[in-house]
């Protein structure tokens, strides 16, 4: 007489295990999937994050040389008004002393004067250029930032998403995920602005 119901318990036991690799082999496929789209948009928002800073110092550089030329125009600016300066005051000794000054030193000194004008007309041409440039590399830091943001959360993302796959944890994944569509918005963002 047998004593309970006789059930092949191994068949079972290998059903039982195949289910479970066949759910967990599905899990680590979406793990994967998921994670390699992470990885894509990590690479292409690195890229652009370093394409931005190359090109704001690039921007940066060329402001610091246009400060240097205006600078230079600055200097040769106040070069021109201690000519007109010292003109005045040789036009102004003959006079102190009841004679005409000789019409050169007047005629130096308005030349003097004109050069001054274009000279600052040139100098302030050279800051309005360097202050263009700076304020584009400022624009491009700004992009820089959120491109680094966001590949620093699609690193948090896959980091995460390789944690899911280790422990087959679903929870973790979607936290992966929700990781990576914040760096998703950064990233968008950033290459709309």
């Given at each position: 007489?047998?004593?309970?119901?006789?059930?092949?318990?191994?068949?079972?036991?290998?059903?039982?295990?195949?289910?479970?690799?066949?759910?967990?082999?599905?899990?680590?496929?979406?793990?994967?999937?998921?994670?390699?789209?992470?990885?894509?948009?990590?690479?292409?928002?690195?890229?652009?994050?370093?394409?931005?800073?190359?090109?704001?110092?690039?921007?940066?550089?060329?402001?610091?040389?246009?400060?240097?030329?205006?600078?230079?125009?600055?200097?040769?600016?106040?070069?021109?008004?201690?000519?007109?300066?010292?003109q005045d005051a040789a036009r102004t000794s003959w006079?102190?002393?009841?004679?005409d000054a000789p019409p050169s030193y007047e005629e130096k000194s308005r030349k003097y004067g004109?050069?001054?004008?274009?000279?600052?007309?040139?100098?302030?041409?050279?800051?309005?250029?360097?202050?263009?440039?700076?304020?584009?590399?400022?624009?491009?830091?700004?992009?820089?930032?959120?491109?680094?943001?966001?590949?620093?959360?699609?690193?948090?993302?896959?980091?995460?998403?390789?944690?899911?796959?280790?422990?087959?944890?679903?929870?973790?994944?979607?936290?992966?995920?929700?990781?990576?569509?914040?760096?998703?918005?950064?990233?968008?963002?950033?290459?709309?602005?």
């Amino acid at each position: 007489m047998p004593e309970g119901p006789e059930v092949e318990t191994e068949k079972l036991h290998e059903a039982i295990h195949e289910e479970l690799e066949h759910e967990g082999g599905r899990l680590l496929r979406w793990i994967a999937l998921t994670t390699a789209v992470l990885a894509a948009l990590a690479a292409i928002a690195s890229l652009e994050a370093g394409g931005t800073v190359n090109e704001a110092l690039v921007l940066k550089t060329e402001s610091a040389r246009l400060q240097a030329e205006a600078s230079d125009q600055w200097a040769y600016y106040q070069a021109k008004g201690i000519k007109a300066a010292v003109q005045d005051a040789a036009r102004t000794s003959w006079l102190a002393i009841g004679h005409d000054a000789p019409p050169s030193y007047e005629e130096k000194s308005r030349k003097y004067g004109e050069e001054q004008a274009e000279i600052q007309k040139a100098a302030r041409e050279k800051e309005a250029e360097r202050d263009r440039k700076s304020e584009e590399a400022d624009h491009l830091m700004h992009r820089h930032h959120g491109f680094a943001d966001s590949v620093a959360l699609f690193q948090v993302a896959i980091a995460l998403g390789a944690i899911s796959a280790l422990t087959r944890n679903r929870l973790v994944w979607l936290a992966s995920m929700g990781v990576g569509l914040i760096g998703t918005v950064y990233f968008a963002w950033s290459l709309l602005r």
